[in-house]
């Protein structure tokens, strides 16, 4: 990795971690704003550091960094009921970042599709994870950990969307505004 791509891992590892323990309790399971954290830092990093930076805020978090979702810490978090959701975070990335990479002409709608894509792949592999812990079966694992977030979760798509849209063209204005300085164009 080149220091750009270092920094600018650890970066959104520092993005994810402020945002998981921003949470609001509506049951059992807590709305987080991790994912919303993994899709911003996905859609910016190439595959390799969107993996790496999901790594880092797990691996920070194990052991003992105050930083999953109400400030939870330790390896019990992970191993816990809701630790496949964490778990699937990497993959989340990996499916954000290889999709977003594809298609920088519709930008926004490949964004949308690679959030909702990641999304369904953590419910899926949390719920699992749920149903095995609590010995529940799978559907009501959904019941209890995916139905009540669907708006929560599609808010922060819609957020993200818009986070990185925004974010996108005013680092594009300012390249720009650069290359014009230093071209010795006038606007």
Known sequence: MKIKEITLTAIFSAVICLLSIITFPIG????????????????????????VSVLVYIISGCVGLPIFSSFGSGPS???????????????????ISII????????KTVLLF???ISLFVCYLLGSAWYSA??????????????????????????????IVSAAEKS?????????????????
């Open 100 to 107: 977003a990479q594809k298609n920088k002409k519709h930008r």
């Open 133 to 162: 812990v609590t010995q529940i079966p799978f559907n009501k694992a959904v019941l209890v950990t995916v139905l009540p977030f669907i708006i929560p979760d599609f808010i922060k798509i819609f957020a993200a969307t818009i």
């Open 77 to 95: 978090v992970i191993f816990g009921a809701t630790g496949g959701y964490i778990m699937s975070y990497p993959i989340m990335a990996a499916i």
């Open 28 to 51: 059992s399971v807590p709305v987080s704003l991790a994912t919303l954290g993994v899709m911003i830092a996905a859609s910016f990093l190439k595959l390799k550091c969107a993996i």
């Open 171 to 187: 680092v594009f204005k300012r390249s720009n505004s650069a290359h014009y300085k230093n071209s010795g164009v006038d606007k």
């Open 114 to 116: 690679s959030y909702i």
